[in-house]
């Protein structure tokens, strides 16, 4: 009887675990053997509304995408790390700013020619990218790439951050960005994969 039951749920099962292994968005306008990055800038520990986090807010949304989009991830890190308390950070990342630093960046970076599309993701700092992300972006060559950016933010939007990408990667197509707050990625993280999924099905490239 047990072995009749089994032979009944097992078909079952194997077709749900095949719809969920295999099912995945496919972004509209893409080449078939299109490869795909996903390079961003997160932070964890203290953070503004979400207190200290174990994972940052832009790294949640990095891994929705690159989970669904079976993507290659990078992500983009200073040799020296920056505060773990928020004011500490802050004030570095405005101290960067002012001065237009270009962080150096830990790691070796990704052979960009491998890649046709590339997901930049970031948080807004003082209305603008982190100042590691312009040295990511100017270290590499970008053109004729596609240049998806997704950024968290606190009340600020995308802070017009696609024109800066457009400016130190003139050569690429950059993508209006997709931006949601830090504190919607890190404390409603299903409503926040729901939302990337559905922004994710929405792009087109052409």
Same mark, same amino acid.
């Not at 099962?13 to 078939?32: E, Y």
């Not at 130190?168 to 830090?182: E, H, I, N, Q, T």
């Given at each position: 009887?047990?072995?009749?039951?089994?032979?009944?749920?097992?078909?079952?099962?194997?077709?749900?675990?095949?719809?969920?292994?295999?099912?995945?968005?496919?972004?509209?306008?893409?080449?078939?053997?299109?490869?795909?990055?996903?390079?961003?800038?997160?932070?964890?520990?203290?953070?503004?509304?979400? &207190?200290?986090?174990?994972? @940052?807010? %832009?790294? =949640?949304?990095?891994?929705?995408?690159?989970?669904?989009?079976? +993507?290659? /991830?990078?992500?983009?890190?200073?040799?020296?790390?920056?505060?773990?308390?928020?004011?500490?950070?802050?004030?570095?990342?405005?101290?960067?700013?002012?001065?237009?630093?270009?962080?150096?960046?830990?790691?070796?970076?990704?052979?960009?020619?491998?890649?046709?599309?590339?997901?930049?993701?970031?948080?807004?700092?003082?209305?603008?990218?982190?100042?590691?992300?312009?040295?990511?972006?100017? &270290?590499?060559?970008?053109? @004729?790439? %596609?240049? =998806?950016?997704?950024?968290?933010?606190?009340?600020?939007?995308? +802070?017009? /951050?696609?024109?800066?990408?457009?400016?130190?990667?003139?050569?690429?197509?950059?993508?209006?960005?997709?931006?949601?707050?830090?504190?919607?990625?890190?404390?409603?993280?299903?409503?926040?994969?729901?939302?990337?999924?559905?922004?994710?099905?929405?792009?087109?490239?052409?």
């Amino acid at each position: 009887m047990l072995t009749a039951a089994l032979a009944v749920l097992l078909p079952i099962i194997t077709v749900n675990g095949a719809a969920n292994l295999f099912a995945q968005t496919t972004l509209s306008g893409a080449k078939k053997d299109a490869k795909i990055l996903v390079a961003y800038f997160s932070r964890a520990d203290e953070n503004y509304n979400v &207190g200290v986090i174990e994972k @940052g807010n %832009t790294q =949640i949304l990095a891994e929705f995408i690159a989970d669904e989009l079976k +993507a290659d /991830t990078f992500r983009i890190q200073t040799v020296t790390p920056y505060p773990k308390a928020y004011k500490a950070c802050t004030d570095t990342a405005m101290a960067e700013q002012k001065k237009k630093a270009r962080p150096k960046l830990a790691g070796t970076l990704p052979n960009l020619s491998e890649y046709d599309i590339i997901f930049l993701g970031y948080p807004i700092w003082w209305g603008d990218l982190p100042m590691a992300v312009y040295t990511f972006l100017e &270290g590499g060559d970008f053109a @004729g790439k %596609t240049i =998806i950016p997704f950024c968290t933010h606190e009340g600020s939007g995308d +802070a017009g /951050t696609a024109r800066r990408i457009e400016s130190a990667c003139p050569k690429a197509k950059v993508l209006p960005v997709f931006s949601m707050r830090g504190q919607t990625a890190q404390r409603s993280q299903d409503a926040a994969k729901r939302d990337t999924l559905k922004w994710l099905g929405g792009i087109k490239l052409n």
